[in-house]
């Protein structure tokens, strides 16, 4: 069907004509969030959110801890190869640790990636397009480098940031890849990462 | 799937006798309700929230001409294509003549319910592609040639020890596998999937008309892969599902979680504005929106059921109901179970198939209290009722029986007799306090589940007489 005997029959159906007029929409309304716009308590209540749903946060003070965070976490997970997006933070941490890229980004076994922002409400990681899907979505563990003055309150506000210019894909990944598909029991890892661990950085 | 909605009679007896149903009912059910309780609680603002949402979806379906052009030229706008499907038949066509086109041999496919609404796989097959379900449940389903009881849990009627067994003989993983081994067979053989995929095929939670963005909520990540990985992604939506702004999206969002799973957020939300940008390392190249009406105009045409396109499919009304609870969604026979297909399926389908289902009810209203969006859920299973009485659609026995009830109890004479008579042979039957009175015909199947208390030796129109005087 074509698009106007198609929109036209949904027209009809609410008995109106082309160009009849369009109430306004109810005034928005952003779900509250009980978090204090002050950096110290939207890290702290992001922090806890983001244990709750399984997500394994480090807090570093520099860059150069972040890196033997997370060179520690590398060698813990035992992660032969890395798929890492071209982020500046991502960049300075991982640089001189002189990574080995897998080839192929299937056989990766952890992805390095930095995020848009973090979410205090529901403890989320917003991952954007613009540096790739692989990377936070194929191997199993996602190592994720975040300064800590990117924690934003709630997702109204992350999605604020971008203004009208919305990259292709926009994820708010909160923990985890999981399910309860087979009666109710929470598995982790089904098909992205099974292990989320946050490098928190300031 | 074949559409069993007449029999909802056979079916719902059918599974009441299968004490696996039964097991497996109560678990996802009552796990699905607490969490629920849980995050509405933890919300402060629920309410003022649910009244919000569905003030929006009703604003929406009110002027979604408009919505609908903006939705499209904007996604046009961005690259995209989209196409309109007047019924289910018309919409497979669309998508099978686009896999064949673009040489896609196979599909990965995330749970969508209107694809199962138009029976997408079977042609897909028929056309030679193969799709291949990757939603864990849904996959489960698949190997298995069965399909979705659930909304949001659409393998929940089957028991580990059943889907243990279908893994061993279908994928030959152990007999005695754990849940986390068949998640992880699952992984292994979905990923090879996902790289081979040459389109991805999902559904849509929401549309935003002002941006031409879709969001689209998960937890295992599939739907992630399927909108990442394949050259080519095709979303499909029902007409009703377009919110107006990006600033509706949060409390959608958030009274969908909640609702279905009890997560303050699920594992992924995809919010995904038109095909990979120039500059972006990956992403599908193209993206097609397959917009579809299949009855839902018609819906949208009547004032007093319109309201049933709210619906964002968080899957509470089923849980909350003390019918479904009981008999699964596959008794239902059809995709839409539980209060919401008791309302929609008639929509859809024509009351004459489906006059059994707004039956299914005890109209206890838990499913218009859980309603994220406010559908009012009791009322319209009355008026469906009340319709198929209208056209005649009632059975037989039915309609004489209210017939007669209308008679008598609109003539007083026949009403004191009737119940004064009624008193006196109750209490011949009375056994401590409960009617037996299994012999007497069409009484025997009521009574067979039922307990019948004997009624009061004096009626309430008498005590109401004689107290009220002797009290004034």
């Known amino acids: 069907m074509n698009r106007d005997a198609f929109i036209g029959r949904v027209r009809q159906a609410l008995g109106r004509a082309p160009g009849d007029p369009v109430a306004a929409p109810p005034q928005p309304y952003i779900p509250e969030v009980p978090v204090s716009a002050d950096s110290g308590e939207l890290v702290a209540r992001f922090g806890a959110e983001f244990e709750g749903v399984g997500g394994q946060l480090h807090r570093a003070e520099s860059v150069e801890e972040a890196r033997e965070i997370l060179d520690r976490l590398l060698r813990e997970h035992q992660v032969a190869s890395v798929l890492i997006t071209d982020e500046p933070l991502v960049q300075v941490v991982t640089e001189p640790l002189a990574l080995k890229e897998a080839e192929d980004p299937a056989d990766a076994d952890a992805g390095i990636t930095g995020a848009v922002c973090g979410v205090a409400a529901t403890g989320s990681l917003v991952l954007s397009s613009g540096v790739g899907r692989r990377p936070s979505l194929m191997p199993l563990v996602h190592l994720v480098v975040l300064e800590s003055s990117a924690i934003v309150a709630d997702l109204h506000t992350a999605l604020e940031r971008f203004g009208g210019d919305l990259p292709s894909g926009l994820v708010q990944a909160t923990g985890p890849s999981r399910t309860a598909d087979i009666e109710q029991t929470l598995t982790t890892g089904v098909h992205g990462p099974g292990s989320v661990q946050l490098i928190l950085l300031g | ?472």
């Open chain 2, 1 to 472: 799937m074949e559409i069993t909605t007449s029999r909802f009679k056979e079916n719902a007896s059918g599974a009441l006798g299968d004490s696996n149903l039964q097991a497996a009912m109560r678990r996802a059910t009552g796990s699905f309700l607490s969490r629920r309780s849980a995050a509405v609680a933890d919300q402060g603002d629920f309410e003022a929230l649910r009244a919000y949402c569905g003030a929006v979806k009703a604003h929406t379906l009110e002027y979604l001409d408009h919505y609908l052009e903006q939705l499209v030229d904007r996604v046009e706008a961005l690259g995209g294509t989209v196409h309109f499907a007047a019924d289910g038949e018309e919409a497979v066509r669309i998508v099978t003549d686009l896999a064949v086109a673009n040489g896609v041999r196979t599909v990965a496919k995330s749970k969508s319910m209107l694809s199962e609404e138009i029976h997408l796989n079977e042609a897909l097959e028929a056309a030679g592609v193969c799709p291949v379900e990757t939603d864990l449940g849904e996959y489960i389903l698949q190997i298995d040639g069965d399909f979705p009881s659930h909304i949001i849990g659409p393998a929940l009627h089957k028991t580990k020890e059943q889907i243990t067994q279908l893994f061993h003989e279908k994928l030959g993983t152990a007999a005695d596998a754990t849940v986390s081994e068949l998640t992880a067979a699952a992984r292994r053989i979905l990923r090879r999937s996902f790289l081979e995929a040459d389109m991805g095929v999902t559904g849509v939670n929401f549309a935003v008309a002002e941006t031409g963005t879709i969001a689209l909520v998960e937890n295992e990540g599939n739907i992630r892969f399927s909108t990442s990985l394949p050259r080519i992604h095709l979303a499909m939506m029902g007409i009703e599902k377009i919110v107006p702004r990006m600033r509706d999206l949060p409390a959608f969002l958030n009274v969908l979680t909640r609702s279905a799973t009890g997560q303050k957020a699920s594992s992924y939300i995809s919010i995904l504005t038109g095909s990979r940008r120039a500059g972006e390392p990956d992403g599908p190249e193209a993206f097609h929106l397959l917009i579809v009406d299949n009855g839902r105009s018609s819906v949208l045409a009547d004032p007093k059921l319109r309201d049933v396109l709210r619906c964002i499919r968080c899957g509470a009304c089923l849980n909350s109901c003390p019918v479904y609870q009981q008999v699964g969604g596959h008794a239902y026979g059809w995709v839409y179970s539980g209060p919401i297909g008791a309302v929609l399926d008639p929509g859809l389908l024509g009351l004459e198939e489906t006059q059994m289902l707004p039956h299914a009810s005890s109209l206890c209203g838990a499913c218009g209290e859980v309603c994220p969006v406010k559908i009012p859920l009791p009322e319209l299973l009355v008026e469906h009722r009340r319709r198929a009485v209208e056209r005649g659609l009632a059975p037989r026995t039915e309609r004489l029986g209210i017939g007669a009830y209308a008679f008598i109890a609109s003539r007083p004479i026949l009403w004191n007799s009737g119940t004064t008579g009624g008193r006196v042979a109750a209490r011949l039957l009375d056994r401590g306090g409960s009617l037996k009175a299994g012999w007497v015909p069409g009484l025997a199947s009521w009574l067979k589940e039922r307990d019948f208390p004997a009624p009061a030796r004096r009626s309430f129109r008498e005590l109401w007489r004689r107290g009220l005087k002797d009290r004034a």
